[in-house]
């Protein structure tokens, strides 16, 4: 299991990366917030997640630990795949998405593309308890337009929501 690749950055593509690592070059998937983050020719780490099928073995790379986190949570949702995840993903931050979430927003997760009301609401339905509970480890302070929420404020959130 890899935890994280850090090496120089090859190729940039659209939703994935190569990085070269010791002379081997990992094709790694990644949302657009992450590929933004990273230019050819310069040192980068990402945060790997891996997606290991009966054909295929692919590496998913993320630039924050939060990013990773949220990824394996969404394409543990019945429906979501990797591909899914990832322009979920590209479409909001990790906090963005957190409090979309938590709230309810079936709005915000159907900006991505490829994603549908009906999965936008089971996302909701099966992330909403796990996120509310790892909120604090996803710094929510710093989603755009977001309340400041700490473990003792969670609950003033889920009142203001409610």
Do not use: W
């Not at 994935?16 to 949302?31: F, M, P, T």
């Not at 590929?35 to 020719?41: C, F, H, V």
């Not at 394409?75 to 990790?94: H, N, R, Y």
């Not at 909120?135 to 969670?154: N, Q, R, T, Y």
């Amino acid at each position: 299991m890899y935890y994280h690749i850090a090496g120089t950055v090859t190729d940039i593509e659209p939703y994935a990366a190569v990085i070269d690592c010791a002379g081997v070059g990992y094709l790694l998937n990644a949302s657009l917030n992450t590929i933004a983050r990273l230019k050819t020719g310069e040192r980068a780490k990402l945060y790997v997640s891996e997606v290991i099928r009966e054909d295929s073995f692919e590496l998913y790379g993320f630039a924050s630990r939060a990013e990773k986190r949220c990824f394996d949570m969404l394409v543990g949702v019945s429906g979501v795949g990797p591909k899914a995840a990832l322009s979920i993903l590209s479409s909001s931050t990790p906090e963005a998405l957190a409090m979309a979430v938590i709230s309810g927003d079936e709005r915000a997760l159907t900006v991505a593309p490829g994603i549908g009301k009906k999965i936008a609401q089971r996302v909701i339905l099966e992330l909403k308890d796990k996120m509310a509970k790892e909120s604090p480890g996803l710094d929510m302070s710093s989603a755009v337009g977001a309340p400041a929420v700490s473990a003792a404020g969670e609950g003033k959130l889920s009142d203001a929501v409610a």
